[in-house]
C-alpha cells in the first residue's frame, strides 16, 4: 500500500528546465518536450502507472486500451498545467484566456464581508486561481490551508522568478492548534480561506465517503472546521481546456447545517466526481487514493 506521504510530484530540475524551454522556444513548442518527460514516466513509474490505472479501469470503466493511452495523457496533461502555471508566473499570463463560470458566488460571498471558505481538489490547475480573481477587479486575499509537508524549495524558487509576487498566504496546520486563530484572524479581515480537501495525510483524522462507487478516506480538517465557521462555502476549480484557456467553476455548498461535517464532506465529493467525469484526464492523485490496491 502507499498512501501520499505529503510531498507531490516534480523537482526544481524540472521547473527549471521547464522556464528554460518557455522563455527559449515558447509555450506551446515546450509542450512538446511533455512527449518525452510523459514517455519517461509511462515506462518507469511503476506504481503510479498502477494507481492511475487503477482509477481509470475500475473507477471509470475504461477499457484496457483506453486505460494504457489516458495513463500517458494524464502524464502530458499534469505536464501542460506545471508549465502553464510556470509560464503565468514569469509573466506570460496575457497568452492565456480565462472562462468564469459561477463567479458571482465568490463576488457574493465577498459582498457579504464575513470572509469565506473555497474548497478545491489536486485537479486541474487550482494555483492559477489568483490570476482569474485579478481579472474581476477586487482584491481577494486567498490564504491556503496546508500541511508543511510539501518540498518548499520549490515555491520558494517559483517565487523567485515570478514577475508579480503572489497574493496567496499559507497558513500551515499545526499540532498547537494555532492555525485556528489564523483563520478567524483572516475570515474578520473579510479574506478567503482555501482548502484542498482531496488528500488525506496518513496519522491524521479522517472521514470516509464515498466516490466513484468505492470508498475512500478524505481529511477532516477542512470538513470540520468550514461546518463550524458559519461562513459561506464555494467548491471552486481551475480547469484547463483546449489550447491555452482555463475554465473556472465556483459552486456554492447548498443545504449544509452547522457542525455537520459528513454532510459537507457528502455535498463535496458529489461535486467533486461530477468535475473527475467532465475532466478524467485532469486528476492529479498518483497514489494509492481508495486503498485498495496490494
Not at 136 to 142: K, L, N, W
Not at 188 to 208: A, P, Q
Request: charged share 25%; glycine share 6%; net charge positive.
Amino acid at each position: 500500500m502507499n498512501k501520499w506521504k505529503g510531498r507531490s510530484k516534480g523537482t526544481i530540475l524540472g521547473y527549471r528546465i521547464f522556464v528554460w524551454c518557455i522563455k527559449n522556444i515558447g509555450i506551446r513548442s515546450s509542450y512538446f518536450v511533455l512527449y518525452f518527460v510523459a514517455t519517461y514516466y509511462f515506462i518507469f513509474e511503476k506504481k503510479s502507472n498502477q494507481y492511475i490505472s487503477y482509477y481509470f479501469k475500475n473507477r471509470l470503466n475504461f477499457s484496457a486500451l483506453k486505460t494504457k493511452l489516458s495513463v500517458f495523457r494524464s502524464y502530458f496533461v499534469f505536464g501542460k498545467v506545471l508549465i502553464d502555471k510556470t509560464a503565468i508566473s514569469v509573466g506570460l499570463r496575457n497568452r492565456f484566456t480565462y472562462e468564469f463560470d459561477g463567479i458571482e458566488n465568490i463576488k457574493n460571498l465577498l459582498a457579504e464581508k464575513k470572509g469565506g471558505v473555497l474548497i478545491s481538489a489536486h485537479i486541474g490547475n487550482f494555483e492559477i486561481a489568483e490570476h482569474f480573481f485579478a481579472d474581476i477587479d477586487f482584491d481577494a486575499q486567498i490564504n491556503l490551508v496546508t500541511t508543511d509537508q510539501e518540498v518548499t524549495a520549490i515555491r520558494e524558487y517559483m517565487e523567485s522568478i515570478s514577475v508579480k509576487k503572489s497574493n496567496i498566504k499559507f497558513i500551515f496546520v499545526k499540532d498547537d492548534m494555532s492555525h485556528i486563530f489564523r483563520i478567524n484572524e483572516a475570515l474578520s479581515n473579510n479574506e478567503l480561506i482555501c482548502f484542498t480537501g482531496d488528500r488525506y495525510f496518513e496519522g491524521s483524522k479522517f472521514l470516509e465517503a464515498d466516490l466513484l462507487g468505492k470508498t475512500a478516506k478524505f481529511p477532516a480538517g477542512p470538513f470540520l472546521i468550514a461546518s463550524r465557521l458559519r461562513v459561506p462555502v464555494v467548491y471552486v476549480y481551475v480547469m484547463k481546456e483546449k489550447n491555452l484557456h482555463y475554465h473556472l467553476y465556483a459552486r456554492v455548498a447548498q443545504n449544509i447545517k452547522n457542525r455537520d461535517s459528513q454532510g459537507l464532506l457528502n455535498s463535496y465529493v458529489q461535486n467533486l466526481e461530477s468535475m473527475l467525469k467532465k475532466y478524467p484526464l485532469q486528476w492529479f492523485n498518483y497514489f494509492d487514493f481508495w486503498d485498495d490496491i496490494d
